[in-house]
């Protein structure tokens, strides 16, 4: 248990923190699973549109700590990757 103001302090940071996180980490997997809904119905330009949002919040995931920058631009360029396949697969 923390002793000091400081600490209390810390540790209610750190709670809401963690919830903040664990809500951005959920609304990102989201987002990944419905571009990953799009390309299993082969809906390309649906895939595209969600693409985008999907990248936006990544990156935004990723700017504020929630992911690991590397992990975010990884799942970016693999989804990525997939829809460019999808597209030029006509």
Known sequence: MANHASAEKRNRQRINR???????KSAVRSFVKKVRAALETKDAKGAA?????????LDRAATRGAIHVKAASRTVARLAAQVHQLTTAK
Do not use: Q
């Open 18 to 24: 963690t919830t903040r996180n664990k809500a951005r």
């Open 49 to 57: 549109e969600l693409l985008k949002t999907a990248t936006s919040e």
